[in-house]
Nanobody, 124 residues
Framework: QVQLVESGGGLVQAGGSLRLSCAAS????????MGWFRQASGKEREFVTA????????YYADSVKGRFTVSRDNAKNTVSLQMNSLKPEDTAVYYC?????????????????WGQGTQVTVSS
């Protein structure tokens, strides 16, 4: 089992920044690729970004490319999401997730463990 706890969400004006963190406990954190997903009210959960076990590779959804940056610290068992130039359409509950698979994946059903989510609200 891997337990994931997100933090750092909140209310921010358009153009502002937030940094989300996800703390992991349980099994060896570095064994998992990590992903961030988001779910807006009334919509399906969507992929935001994923980072490889070592942190050497990452992948972003087109909607956040150039604005969001994912990073991880395997010594501290954390993964972070720096969100800049936020837009109202970024408003959602953000989830981190752990994937024991071989490659970076973008589909939620491929991920093994999930956090409870943190709300991000961007006002216009």
């Amino acid at each position: 089992q891997v337990q994931l706890v997100e933090s750092g969400g909140g209310l921010v004006q358009a153009g502002g920044s937030l940094r989300l963190s996800c703390a992991a406990s349980g099994r060896t954190f570095s064994n998992y690729h990590m992903g961030w997903f988001r779910q807006a009210s009334g919509k399906e959960r969507e992929f935001v970004t994923a980072i490889s076990r070592s942190g050497g590779r990452s992948y972003y959804a087109d909607s956040v490319k150039g604005r969001f940056t994912v990073s991880r610290d395997n010594a501290k068992n954390t993964v972070s999401l720096q969100m800049n130039s936020l837009k109202p359409e970024d408003t959602a509950v953000y989830y981190c997730a752990a994937d024991a698979g071989v490659s970076l994946r973008t589909t939620p059903d491929r991920y093994d463990y999930w956090g409870q989510g943190t709300q991000v609200t961007v006002s216009s």
